[in-house]
Nanobody, 122 residues
Framework: QVQLVETGGGLVQAGDSLRLSCTAS????????LGWFRQAPGKEREFLAA????????LYTSSVKGRFTVSRDNAKGTVYLQMNSLKPDDTAVYYC???????????????WGPGTQVIVSS
């Protein structure tokens, strides 16, 4: 069974950048997609971006397109989420997840990491 671990969260100031990493183990990733989500206190989990491992196809939600970039490193089995121009509204727990399709649909992702906290101060 695949295991996912997110790292790279922390406390930053508005306007700063942060890169999150999601390392996957226990499964060959070539047939899957990895997605990034976040959940702020009192809010539903929100899709951010996804990348299909086989062809590097990416998908973004409109609210982060142009500010966030998802990428992967084949050799390391790692997916990154580069976040630029961070705002206080970006404060949330960030999760990565794996699923068979590159989609915004949360239910399509079967395994999730424990999450990493990002706090953006004003």
């Amino acid at each position: 069974q695949v295991q996912l671990v997110e790292t790279g969260g922390g406390l930053v100031q508005a306007g700063d950048s942060l890169r999150l990493s999601c390392t996957a183990s226990g499964r060959t990733l070539s047939k899957y997609a990895l997605g990034w989500f976040r959940q702020a206190p009192g809010k539903e989990r929100e899709f951010l971006a996804a990348i299909r491992w086989s062809d590097n196809n990416t998908l973004y939600t409109s609210s982060v397109k142009g500010r966030f970039t998802v990428s992967r490193d084949n050799a390391k089995g790692t997916v990154y989420l580069q976040m630029n121009s961070l705002k206080p509204d970006d404060t949330a727990v960030y999760y990565c997840a794996i699923g068979p399709f590159c989609t915004f649909r949360t239910r399509s992702y079967g395994s999730w990491g424990p999450g990493t906290q990002v706090i953006v101060s004003s």
